[in-house]
């Protein structure tokens, strides 16, 4: 069973950073596509960004607008997410999904749909990040 456990998240004031971890066992992590998602209050969990298991393919959603960074160490079994400029509306819950996607459809492309990764991932319970004004 693949266990998902992330970090890094805390209280910043707006236009500050954040880099959250996630970390993963029970399974080879260099199979798997990762992502970030998060869910502010009152509304559904949305990807933030997500990148697959060799790290040629990547998705942001559209707010990210290149304030955030995904990558990965395959070494450490850990993907990272690099906020930089983070504003209130980044408050949210962050979830890290492990899915073994990619390596096993066919396509190099990572899944960018929310509802494929509800469905078929593994999820970390998630780590709180609040942005003050």
């Known amino acids: 069973q693949v266990q998902v456990t992330e970090s890094g998240g805390g209280l910043v004031h707006t236009g500050g950073s954040l880099r959250l971890s996630c970390v993963t066992s029970g399974t080879d992590f260099s199979n798997l596509d990762m992502g970030w998602f998060r869910r502010a209050p009152g509304k559904d969990r949305e990807i933030v960004a997500a990148v697959n298991w060799v790290a040629s393919s990547t998705h942001y959603a559209g707010f990210v607008e290149g304030r955030f960074t995904i990558s990965r160490d395959n070494g450490k079994s850990t993907v990272y997410l690099q906020m930089n400029s983070l504003k209130p509306e980044d408050t949210a819950i962050y979830f890290c999904?492990?899915?073994?996607?990619?390596?096993?459809?066919?396509?190099?492309?990572?899944?960018?749909?929310?509802?494929?990764?509800?469905?078929?991932?593994?999820w970390g319970q998630g780590t709180q990040v609040t942005v003050t004004s």
């Open positions: 999904a492990a899915y073994a996607g990619s390596r096993y459809s066919g396509s190099s492309r990572v899944v960018p749909f929310t509802s494929i990764w509800e469905e078929r991932a593994s």
